[in-house]
């Protein structure tokens, strides 16, 4: 009865998070079944110390990055870029659109995909109906890149970030492992959209050197000083197998802390700006799954592919299909729970990293498979972009399947 109880309670959860009946946040629904998970039995007190200390760099790291980014974003560093890239097109709207495709990427995956979704998406929608263009190609480029460049690093992607922590990968193992999948990704998707959006691209359009660029002032200046000093941080921090929080902490306490003694921020409104139920969310659905486990897995005798090839095949495919379904971060945690009575190997490596190619690329295929998808769509049609689910159901039916086979065929070689 109690495994069947458990079961029920993830199921339920897994629905609420698609279904979202009333407009629900995922947050909530995560927090409901994480209650309902220690009301049957499922998880104890332990687990939840156990998991806030399993998440707590992962959630430090997170909060650090938020703080930062926000505050980069209203010191104009990012909009800096953003025009500097209209600037470098001279005019070319082929061109245009490839330096938008590269600055998503770069931002993707050296801040995370959801700088690239909250911040450079209204960005890039500005600059481009202040020069008159149809936003429409651009704005994809936007939600694609930030899911198809989120390979690369452990902090490109919340779900990278889970498997890194959980499986304790190295830094540099995990950069090394997918940097060649993430530029396939990259290459491919670029390559689909050019052709996808050809006649909506121009050959020319004007007024790319009529646009002030943003004001460098010190404020800007100690901006970008302190995220290039952060993203040294990471990489350094990364080297010697050490917290990532650190730097993110540091980076970003240390510039909210020079902005609130100079009165450039309010704390209020820096507070208001963290996407708090995110926090709820990690933990609820980390306590769901631990229940699962419980119940379970940890019963059973699972047989898994004993080659990395199959096993790349299984876990890709799966956590696609899966993050259409529930979400990709639910699909990435129940893919840990397995990942954890897989024993070790390179059958085991080759899951690990299929489920981040599945769970970072699959989701694309559908405007709820991601949170950062939604976020997007609901960025977009604020603006009174008109983009239909029907319309984006078409452009990710042709992207998503070739961009998830070219990483696959890129990472099988990694893994060789």
Same mark, same amino acid.
């Given at each position: 009865?109690?495994?069947?109880?458990?079961?029920?309670?993830?199921?339920?959860?897994?629905?609420?998070?698609?279904?979202?009946?009333?407009?629900?946040?995922?947050?909530?629904?995560?927090?409901?079944?994480?209650?309902?998970?220690?009301?049957?039995?499922?998880?104890?007190?332990?687990?939840?110390?156990?998991?806030?200390?399993?998440?707590?760099?992962?959630?430090?790291?997170?909060?650090?990055?938020?703080?930062?980014?926000?505050?980069?974003?209203? =010191? !104009?560093?990012?909009?800096?870029?953003?025009? #500097? *890239?209209?600037?470098?097109?001279? &005019?070319?709207? /082929? +061109? %245009? $659109?490839?330096?938008?495709?590269?600055?998503?990427?770069?931002?993707?995956?050296?801040?995370?995909?959801?700088?690239?979704?909250?911040?450079?998406?209204?960005?890039?929608?500005?600059?481009?109906?202040?020069?008159?263009?149809?936003?429409?190609?651009?704005?994809?480029?936007?939600?694609?890149?930030?899911?198809?460049?989120?390979?690369?690093?452990?902090?490109?992607?919340?779900?990278?970030?889970?498997?890194?922590?959980?499986?304790?990968?190295?830094?540099?193992?995990? =950069? !090394?492992?997918?940097?060649?999948?993430?530029? #396939? *990704?990259?290459?491919?998707?670029? &390559?689909?959209? /050019? +052709? %996808? $959006?050809?006649?909506?691209?121009?050959?020319?359009?004007?007024?790319?050197?009529?646009?002030?660029?943003?004001?460098?002032?010190?404020?800007?200046?100690?901006?970008?000083?302190?995220?290039?000093?952060?993203?040294?941080?990471?990489?350094?921090?990364?080297?010697?197998?050490?917290?990532?929080?650190?730097?993110?902490?540091?980076?970003?306490?240390?510039?909210?802390?020079?902005?609130?003694?100079?009165?450039?921020?309010?704390?209020?409104?820096?507070?208001?700006?963290?996407?708090?139920?995110?926090?709820?969310?990690?933990?609820?659905?980390?306590?769901?799954?631990? &229940?699962?486990?419980?119940?379970?897995?940890?019963?059973?005798?699972?047989?898994?592919?004993?080659?990395?090839?199959?096993?790349?095949?299984?876990?890709?495919?799966?956590?696609?299909?899966?993050?259409?379904?529930?979400?990709?971060?639910?699909?990435?945690?129940?893919?840990?729970?397995?990942?954890?009575?897989?024993?070790?190997?390179?059958?085991?490596?080759?899951?690990?990293?299929?489920?981040?190619?599945?769970?970072?690329?699959?989701?694309?295929?559908?405007?709820?498979?991601?949170?950062?998808?939604?976020?997007?769509?609901?960025?977009?049609?604020?603006?009174?972009?008109?983009?239909?689910?029907?319309?984006?159901?078409?452009?990710?039916?042709?992207?998503?399947?070739?961009?998830?086979?070219?990483?696959?065929?890129?990472?099988?070689?990694?893994?060789?």
């Amino acid at each position: 009865m109690f495994g069947w109880l458990t079961l029920a309670v993830v199921a339920a959860t897994l629905l609420l998070i698609l279904v979202r009946p009333r407009g629900i946040s995922e947050a909530w629904v995560a927090a409901g079944g994480a209650l309902l998970m220690l009301v049957v039995g499922g998880v104890g007190l332990r687990d939840v110390r156990d998991i806030l200390a399993q998440t707590g760099n992962v959630l430090l790291f997170l909060l650090g990055m938020m703080v930062l980014t926000d505050l980069v974003e209203r =010191a !104009g560093v990012f909009a800096w870029l953003a025009e #500097a *890239a209209a600037r470098l097109a001279r &005019g070319s709207g /082929l +061109l %245009l $659109f490839c330096n938008v495709f590269l600055l998503g990427a770069v931002v993707t995956a050296l801040l995370s995909l959801d700088v690239t979704i909250i911040t450079l998406t209204p960005i890039v929608f500005a600059l481009t109906s202040r020069r008159k263009l149809d936003p429409l190609p651009y704005m994809f480029a936007c939600t694609f890149v930030a899911n198809t460049a989120s390979l690369i690093l452990p902090v490109s992607n919340l779900t990278n970030l889970l498997v890194y922590s959980q499986l304790h990968l190295g830094f540099f193992a995990f =950069a !090394g492992r997918m940097w060649l999948p993430n530029l #396939a *990704a990259v290459v491919v998707n670029l &390559g689909v959209f /050019l +052709l %996808l $959006f050809r006649r909506s691209l121009p050959r020319r359009f004007g007024g790319a050197t009529d646009v002030a660029m943003p004001e460098r002032d010190w404020w800007f200046r100690t901006a970008a000083l302190v995220l290039g000093a952060t993203l040294l941080g990471l990489l350094a921090l990364g080297l010697i197998d050490r917290p990532l929080a650190w730097a993110a902490m540091l980076g970003g306490g240390g510039l909210l802390a020079i902005g609130l003694a100079s009165g450039r921020v309010r704390a209020r409104r820096v507070v208001r700006e963290v996407s708090w139920p995110l926090f709820v969310f990690v933990v609820g659905m980390f306590l769901v799954v631990r &229940g699962f486990e419980h119940a379970w897995l940890s019963r059973l005798d699972l047989t898994l592919p004993t080659t990395p090839g199959a096993a790349l095949v299984l876990s890709a495919l799966g956590n696609a299909v899966g993050s259409n379904v529930v979400n990709n971060v639910p699909m990435t945690l129940l893919s840990l729970a397995v990942l954890n009575h897989s024993g070790s190997g390179p059958s085991r490596e080759a899951l690990a990293y299929g489920t981040l190619l599945g769970a970072n690329i699959g989701p694309t295929l559908t405007t709820y498979g991601s949170l950062a998808t939604m976020l997007w769509l609901t960025i977009v049609r604020k603006r009174g972009l008109a983009i239909s689910t029907g319309l984006y159901l078409r452009i990710a039916a042709v992207t998503m399947p070739l961009v998830l086979a070219a990483a696959m065929g890129a990472l099988w070689l990694t893994l060789r």
